[in-house]
């Protein structure tokens, strides 16, 4: 038995490999949130010989070189996010014979970020007001530093530079309904020797209270390390 198998006439040959051919497909442009990187989302069954024929400008600029390409599209991500503003985008298809014809043109424009600001109501006003009634931080310190020139007869283990000084902290909070008092000093001594714990750094006093009245409860909290007196009972 003879097969017989039909062949494509020259002329369809011709037409099927046409630029006219070629070009009767479209793609789509899609931008992600900044609006800056974007991907030229192709045909699937777009022909290799397309592929290689294809170029990309923004803003007239050729970065075909830039583009990259992922799953049968081309992508772009700029080192830089593009300007606030309207930017052109063509997709070109290559000639032979050095020509060229832009295929799609689009128009992206990327998104700014912008910070909205309101004022806040009068009832987050007057909860704010209840929750914190007055507030306070009071801070002192006193830092000396003294450097030694030259020395003569002293201990050579004794640092030429020294750093002393002392401070302390108190801070008072309080709401409609409660109120959180703290209290803190240190002792600086960079010369350990000098020290009276044999530290640099040493807290000597801390307090923090706090309290709270209710109808039906009043409750209070103290922490603490401080010195009781000579008068107290404990």
Not at 94 to 110: E, N, R
Request: charged share 20%; hydrophobic share 35%.
């Amino acid at each position: 038995m003879k097969k017989h198998f039909s062949k494509l006439s020259p002329l369809l040959i011709l037409a099927l490999s046409s630029p006219a051919f070629a070009l009767d497909w479209e793609a789509d442009i899609i931008t992600d949130e900044s609006g800056s990187a974007f991907k030229i989302d192709l045909p699937d069954d777009l022909d290799i010989s397309v592929l290689t024929q294809l170029a990309v400008e923004l803003d007239g600029v050729d970065i075909t070189a830039a583009m990259g390409f992922e799953q049968g599209d081309l992508t772009f991500q700029p080192m830089e996010s593009l300007s606030a503003e309207e930017h052109t985008v063509k997709l070109v298809l290559l000639q032979a014979d050095g020509s060229y014809q832009v295929k799609q043109t689009w128009q992206i424009k990327p998104q700014t970020d912008t910070v909205q600001v309101s004022e806040p109501s009068e009832a987050e006003l007057a909860a704010a007001e209840n929750w914190l009634r007055s507030g306070s931080v009071n801070s002192s310190n006193s830092v000396e530093l003294s450097q030694r020139l030259s020395q003569h007869n002293i201990d050579q283990s004794r640092r030429a530079f020294i750093l002393s000084g002392a401070g302390q902290t108190s801070a008072d909070l309080k709401g409609e309904n409660w109120q959180i008092k703290g209290y803190s000093n240190y002792f600086l001594q960079s010369e350990q020797s000098l020290s009276p714990t044999g530290q640099s750094v040493d807290i000597g006093e801390y307090q923090l209270s706090a309290s709270r009245q209710d109808e039906k409860l009043n409750s209070s909290l103290t922490l603490g390390h401080h010195s009781l007196g000579v008068n107290s009972n404990l």
